[in-house]
């Protein structure tokens, strides 16, 4: 193998475990599985936080998105804005970006029709809408054939941001590819919970009833929609009221075997379509590395009572492995 090879691979198989570990923040922490599997537990004297959001209203946001690994920890901040009308018996969520930053290979600044913007990130940037449930839940992303047909026509570039020199390119193109055929596939359904995070896991918090202060756990399973199996976890939650809102607190921990095989198979096509000659090394020594997974998740959120939308609230997930440490997460904070 030449250096220059050498140095591929190294880089290839840096962005495949980043794709794999990407992938692993689509299992939200499933504080809607997890609160269901707990009803028949909860006693008649239970609270339940009712979703009334504010109607055509803008609601502003700061939301972070966290990444740390091999001690360096990567963070994107942007402001959104929030708008609820109603929709029959649901509402209709619009969400637009305002400003921001994306950390990656190059720092970009976001902004809405800036002509220095790369197209694979403009799709990105439109304002979204999406069907939300009486209680909060997300139903489905609108409009997803339009927005996936333009996300699907910015992949090329995508390829010249992770492979700048034009040469070297193949072996990234063909990744790319199959991310693209996977985003072609996803439902509405899907889509809304790959594309709303992390207001996926926040909006809703607290609409199945529970006695406030008492511990609840479930035995779930988290649809990545990415891995080729449901990932088995127990969680455990509570809602207390220590001040003028309510605050949602969530322990959840995957099943590390079967985490382990989800995310070595996920590598192993990835590998296998990139056009590796010689793949059975490389897939082995992800195998190793990834054979002692651990993935737990902390979920905590400040909620309002009086419209049930969180005013701010944390998700980590920390992942461990080979010896290796690492995690991805978001916060959420309204502005006022």
């Avoid at 978001?330 to 502005?335: N, Q, T, Y």
Wanted: aromatic fraction near 6%; glycine fraction near 10%; charged fraction near 25%.
């Amino acid at each position: 193998m030449t250096a220059q090879s050498q140095s591929w691979f190294g880089f290839k198989k840096r962005l495949l475990a980043g794709l794999a570990m990407g992938a692993l923040l689509g299992a939200v922490p499933g504080n809607v599985a997890a609160a269901e599997a707990v009803q028949a537990q909860v006693q008649k004297d239970a609270v339940k936080v009712a979703f009334a959001p504010p109607l055509d209203q803008p609601l502003r946001y700061e939301v972070s998105t966290l990444r740390s690994r091999a001690e360096q920890e990567q963070q994107g901040i942007v402001e959104q804005v929030m708008r609820f009308r109603r929709d029959g018996a649901g509402y209709v969520l619009r969400i637009e970006l305002v400003k921001g930053t994306l950390p990656g290979l190059t720092e970009f600044s976001l902004k809405v029709g800036d002509p220095k913007m790369p197209p694979s990130l403009r799709p990105f940037m439109e304002p979204m809408e999406y069907d939300v449930g009486a209680d909060g839940e997300v139903l489905r992303i609108r409009d997803w054939d339009a927005l996936k047909g333009k996300i699907g026509a910015g992949m090329k570039d995508m390829v010249a941001l992770i492979e700048p020199d034009e040469a070297k390119r193949a072996p990234a193109a063909a990744m790319i590819e199959k991310m693209a055929a996977g985003f072609q596939q996803l439902t509405p359904e899907q889509a809304a919970q790959l594309f709303l995070k992390p207001w996926a896991t926040f909006l809703g918090l607290g609409r199945n009833p529970k006695e406030l202060g008492e511990w609840y756990e479930a035995e779930i399973e988290l649809d990545t929609g990415v891995f080729p199996m449901p990932l088995p976890a127990t969680s455990r939650m509570r809602l207390t009221r220590p001040a003028a809102t309510y605050h949602w607190e969530q322990h959840t921990e995957m099943n590390p075997k079967v985490a382990g095989e989800a995310i070595t198979a996920y590598l192993e096509t990835m590998i296998r379509s990139s056009g590796d000659k010689a793949p059975e090394g490389k897939i082995a020594e992800m195998r190793k590395a990834l054979g002692d997974i651990r993935i737990n998740d902390v979920l905590e959120a400040d909620i309002d009572p009086a419209t049930g939308m969180v005013t701010e609230g944390s998700y980590i997930r920390s992942i461990e492995a080979g010896g290796q440490k690492g995690g991805n997460g978001a916060r959420v904070k309204r502005l006022e």
